[in-house]
């Protein structure tokens, strides 16, 4: 009772009447009776809590309430709820959980709307707040879902996507075939991907995997890939120059057993004095390389530095930011995983892939290598960084961002159950001076028990300057083996828009006749002129994998 004497008093310095200043009928303004307001949104909070309930998990951060704020099942409507946290806002009750708000907070509420003391708008649509996690933005447009490799035959995953900066009209697209002795699928769109042309890259030796897709200043495309027999592995770069259509160049980058995991990246930029350098990076277990070409557009790659040779490595991901002037060299980035001290590492080079500098350790990581989830038990989901820079001309100019994903408790071996409170998590980090310094780990997707999320990519578009991130997600199924993509944008790394699906249904990798691969260890996501594409691997038909994309317009 203490406390509501203290509210009583407080209430007098936010203008509002006191008990005994009673209001008959409805507020000043109010369109409906206190009677009719209350009812309707009692009505919209039941439905809420019964989705939240059902396993939706509604996040709160939407109506700018605590994430977890309707675990709370407490009758006091979401205007109620507001109006009750800004006059307490040193509210000493937990955040998540059943009892989230004392009892006599309902019974205040309803005294204080019964007196019109509080105010009689309600928040019908959820309405995005700064400052609680998430940052205020339009609607992005989905466009419909687009079956890149329209084939039923093969299963394709682990795909890449790229779009030429010259033009972002062409766009081009790699997966992996998960058949033996098989090449590299290549695609390639002219209309900004709502057509697809294919066509197959043929191995050297027996198979093709792990593709990367990048452009150059020129609108050359190219694609980074393994070939492979056993554990020889050559490091290749091919080249199309009529945007992905044919591609009659094959450039060995590194010939070696045990070669894994490469990814690569191209310094498109004008005023680069490394602009059109190839930087490529891979593993072979025990250390982590990179190789550059000797000169922009030489075709010729430099013998491979070793920027990590100890420990076990694997999954690294590259990025080049913008030259600190006009004609200096464009400082590239490079971020892979140690899997023995699990942490998330980093290197650079400021001059053009000539040397790199000594390591460091950016972030550490739960697991050491993958994750054992319902829906990728047999191929688990690889704990895998991913980096890209602000390249815009925004105030946010050189940031550096990294996500990956790992569980939020240790787990090593088998699968988790769906039961199990362990869940796998999209994580964030940025350093606003060139790697020197780096944040403490977002989160960014919301924060849903018993749901995965996994395989994410991450992309800076050039124009504005936005993060956009998307991924994996079984939020939708109680079991967690059913999987959408979702999406999400950031402006700080730190804050991000309520997250929304973009598949229009649902695929699953645990059914008989599914792919071994099953996803793989990542999926794509181009961005260009504020436009995003995801780029995924979906089973929506039961048939082999295929590829899809769709536009996403923030």
Request: aromatic share 10%; with cysteine; charged share 20%.
């Amino acid at each position: 009772m203490r406390r509501l004497i203290v509210l009583w008093f407080a209430l007098g310095s936010l203008g509002l009447p006191g008990w005994g200043q009673v209001q008959r009928g409805p507020a000043k303004g109010c369109l409906e009776t206190i009677d009719a307001r209350l009812a309707r949104e009692r009505t919209e909070l039941q439905a809420i809590l019964a989705r939240h309930h059902s396993g939706e998990r509604v996040d709160g951060r939407l109506y700018g309430l605590p994430q977890n704020d309707f675990d709370d099942g407490t009758n006091l409507t979401i205007r109620q709820r507001l109006e009750f946290r800004r006059m307490n806002p040193n509210l000493d009750y937990p955040t998540s959980g059943r009892v989230q708000y004392p009892r006599w907070a309902f019974t205040l509420m309803n005294r204080l709307d019964r007196q019109g003391a509080v105010s009689c708008a309600s928040p019908a649509q959820p309405q995005e707040q700064t400052g609680t996690g998430f940052a205020p933005t339009a609607a992005p447009i989905i466009g419909p879902n687009i079956n890149v490799s329209n084939d039923p035959t093969e299963p394709l995953s682990e795909q890449f996507l790229a779009i030429d900066p010259t033009n972002a009209s062409f766009m081009v697209g790699a997966s992996n075939i998960d058949l033996g002795a098989r090449g590299q699928m290549m695609y390639f769109s002219s209309d900004a991907g709502s057509t697809w042309g294919r066509v197959e890259l043929q191995p050297m030796r027996t198979n093709m995997s792990d593709p990367g897709v990048a452009f150059d200043s020129a609108g050359n495309a190219y694609s980074s890939t393994l070939d492979y027999t056993g554990n020889q592995t050559a490091v290749e770069v091919w080249k199309s120059t009529d945007h992905g259509q044919t591609w009659p160049t094959r450039i060995i980058v590194d010939d070696a057993s045990g070669n894994d995991k490469e990814l690569f990246t191209i310094d498109y930029q004008a005023g680069s004095s490394c602009k059109d350098q190839i930087y490529v990076g891979f593993d072979n277990g025990h250390h982590q390389y990179v190789s550059s070409t000797t000169a922009p557009n030489s075709g010729v790659f430099a013998t491979k530095i070793a920027v990590q040779s100890k420990n076990f490595t694997i999954a690294g991901d590259l990025a080049v930011g913008p030259p600190a002037a006009a004609g200096s060299p464009a400082p590239v980035y490079y971020v892979w995983t140690d899997t023995k001290t699990k942490a998330i590492n980093f290197s650079k080079s400021t001059n053009c892939g000539a040397s790199w500098s000594t390591f460091k350790t950016i972030a550490t990581t739960i697991n050491s290598f993958d994750t054992g989830i319902p829906a990728q038990c047999v191929r688990r989901a690889l704990v895998y960084p991913t980096i890209d820079v602000d390249r815009s001309n925004s105030a946010r100019r050189g940031w550096i961002y990294v996500v990956w994903n790992d569980f939020t408790a240790v787990q090593s071996n088998g699968c988790i159950a769906a039961t199990d409170p362990n869940n796998n998590n999209i994580w964030m980090i940025r350093s606003t001076d060139g790697g020197a310094t780096w944040s403490a780990p977002a989160m960014v997707n919301a924060n849903i028990p018993f749901a995965d999320h996994f395989n994410q990519w991450m992309a800076v578009d050039d124009a504005t300057g936005t993060v956009h991130v998307s991924w994996r997600d079984t939020r939708n199924d109680p079991n967690r083996l059913k999987t959408d993509v979702y999406y999400t944008n950031s402006t700080d790394g730190v804050t991000f828009v309520p997250e929304i699906k973009i598949t229009t249904a649902m695929s699953d990798e645990t059914t008989a006749g599914a792919s071994a691969d099953q996803y793989g260890d990542y999926e794509g996501l181009a961005v260009r002129n504020g436009n995003a594409y995801p780029f995924w691997t979906d089973r929506r038909t039961q048939t082999p994998e295929q590829i899809f994309t769709g536009k996403i317009t923030p």
